[in-house]
């Protein structure tokens, strides 16, 4: 089996049963670990939740006295009014289970994190009022805001 | 002469392109490089005067380390990797000389200067004698792996100099850690020794720019010194084992003592290379300071045209001076250009890239 | 052979392990905080065992030992740094930097392959300079084209100048996910005086280390491993039975690279921080000397050598640089020991190897003449014998 100039070019290979077998097992490889990978990415992308129950700026809720969330399989932190708690999670829909320790019923929430978010902060006063929305992406470090675009990476003066 | 496609084979053409092929593109490249760094450098805001006396003063310290792998090279035991063996050599000398002139017996007897510089030579002497033959003895058993246990020997030595670096009953005030009074310090002033004895020894200052002579005039004496020596019987022997073993075989010559000698004479100059270095830098390196000199030196020797098998001063002096002003001018012309570092790290390349170069050749008898 | 040839033949052989063994068990009285010796000595094969295995199959290919292995210990780095800026944590994370290192691990395996066919007969060495010329390459990558030409995500693992990754990268999202997978901690026993420390067993990464050694007991018996066992023994030879010598040799550092990958990614997970550029740079070295002290040589090793080696090589890590202050007096003796010995027994193993070769070669070359000699004084008989009948 051979074409006009007697090299063996891709479309003589592609006709060769072995080849092709070759080809289809290498490419199968591929796709598994590219998969796996995928997979990885996605079951394994950890987030950080940041729990919050403080008074807003501009007043509009009152925070929660006391409270005890666990996110996850994470261990239950408890939280007083005032202070913030940062949790970490494995995955993009932790639960969020939440005791308000006021003799109502625990709320037990489906949180959903974006995949490419890294922090979020849940406003768990919000949550008890019922306000929407009570969980909103968060930005640690100013220079990650996509609305605001810090300056480009300034190279340094001599 | 034409062929077909009409060009002149002979003539300019023809010997560009011989030009080229035995002198290899990488070090064709590497000599333009430098050549822009220097049309770069008022660009970059850097003097040309200041930065020429610091290609000649460093192509001064280290060419006479560069020199020391021409011996072995020649005779046919392969780049000497195993350098550090001489440099510990020549630290012995270096640090026994400041001993014995500040605390040993030869107080006052030595006056700072010259006379210190050369204790250190003669005191080196004798360790790298003995050090080279073992190693040189050690060499001959392993022939075909030569490179890599030299390497690994070397880096073993210097690891157990460390050791002995530590033990030893070093008790000049200028050497020991003052608070502790007893351990070796890791760099030890020459200043008041031996400091820029070379360097500075009939020093032309013009301007910023300082031509080192006496520095430049050593090693213009150890190359001839190194020259001569291959024109004696025991030096054309030496040749003559490393390029044609049959034919030295034949002419009665005894090859392992030939390999022996190359090594001997090998660590010799590392001795002395290493004590030009300290003159000019200032400070003796104890524990891992020779760890890694085997490598700037192998890479400028390839630079300046040797290969695996043959190395001639030429390639000593043209390769130092390349390898030298490459890494002087490249951070300094590169960092205020680009404003980055990057030229350490471009120095791993092209330096590691050489010798790369130079161990995948096909053993061919270059220039 | 007699009893007693045999034993000094057994002596010879295994010299390195019988002086390191020596050694160690010498130091181990001085050493003090012996009970914490077995705990340290399994985290540290653990560690340690992945990385070795890669030098076997390029031994077994004749290439000896592969420095440049530590090409694959910077593609798992370089994937370890993108599972550490997309915050993939616990064993995916791991998963993670194992795929995304595997293609670089196979693409710098491919480039030491065809660098070191050009050389060969000086393997080692050219392997050893290719691994400082990579380092230069995965700090550029690693310092400058992070950040600016391949996208960095996360601020907190940038340098503060805008691009390029931290000196230090903090593993903490993916420390010990391997080990604490499924791992059982022995209680703490007491012999006579000493007590020693619970032993923390990392199951998963023995079960993978186990899967590894049957992987390369596998792995010889295929046609591909058959061939390279015979490229080791003879390259002419193996060429004339038709098998493509030059690829087997690269397909040989492309596996030893990527076994490479995945070892510096089990190694960096047992530890706390990973110095961006400088994790690599014992990778090699480690693993040369943990497999020379195990028995091997350059031309022959095998799964004994590596487990041996690797244990032999950590318990001495454990015992001398302890022992060595108190019996020198100064405390900055323990470091220098470490390297001398463990460079020492990398020259000791190659002079060793090196003079055996030297010494076979030329016993085969006295048999040659003596047999030249032979058929020559047979044929001349013959001859004289055909010209009188």
Known sequence: ?158 | MRNGNGKDKDGFKGAVRSFVASFGWPRIIIALFIVALFFLAPAAKVEIPSALSDVLNRFGMNAVLVLAMVPMVQSGCGLNFGLPIGVIAGLLGSTLAIQVVSVGPLVGIFKPGLPVFILAIILAMPFAALFGWAYGKLLNRVKGDEMIIATYVGWAAVSFMSIMWLILPYSAPTMIWAYKGYQLRSTIAVAGFYDKVLSSFLAIRIGDFVFPTGMILFVALMCLVVWLFFRTKAGTAMTAVGSNPDYARASGVDASRARILSVVASCMLGAVGIIVYQQSYGFIQVYNGPLMAAFPAVAALLIGGASVNKASIVNVVVGTLLYQGMITMTPKVINSLLQSDMAEVLRIIIANGMILYALTRKSKVAR | MNGLQKNSRFLRDNLVVFIFLALSLAALPFSGQAGAIPDNLMARVTRNAFLVFALIIPIYAGMGINFSMTLGAMAGQIGLIFCVDWNVVGVWGLLFSAVIGTPIAILFGLLAGSVLNRCKGREMVTSLILGFFMEGVYQLIVLYMFGSVLPLRSPNIELSRGYGVRNILNLATVRGSLDDLVAIKTPAISLGGLVLSPVKIPLVTIAIIVALAFFIVWFKKTKLGQDMRAVGNDMAVAKAAGINVDRTRIISIVISTVLACYGQIIFLQSINNMMTTDAQSQTGFMAAAAILVGGATASHASIKNVLIGVTLLHFMFETVPNAAPRVFGQADVAEYFRSFLSFGVIALSLVLHAYREKKKEEEARRANRIAAGETAAANAAAAAEGGRA
């Open chain 1, 1 to 158: 089996m051979s074409n006009g100039n007697g090299t063996s070019g891709l479309s003589t290979r592609l006709a060769d049963p072995v080849f092709r077998r070759r080809l289809a097992i290498r490419a199968a490889l591929v796709a598994l670990v590219a998969g796996i990978g995928a997979f990885s990415m996605v079951v394994g992308r950890g987030h950080t939740v940041v729990l919050d129950d403080m008074r807003p700026k501009d007043g509009s809720y009152e925070p929660v006295r006391m409270l005890s969330a666990k996110l996850g399989r994470g261990k239950a932190v408890e939280l007083s009014s005032g202070v913030r708690e940062l949790v970490t999670v494995t995955g993009q829909s932790p639960k969020l289970v939440v005791d308000w320790m006021d003799g109502s019923e625990p709320v037990s929430v489906e949180l959903s994190i974006p995949f490419k978010q890294d922090f979020v902060i849940v406003y768990l006063p919000k949550l008890k009022a019922g306000i929407e929305p009570w969980v909103e992406p968060f930005f640690p470090y100013a220079s990650a805001k996509p609305a605001e675009e810090a300056a480009p990476a300034a190279t340094e003066a001599p």
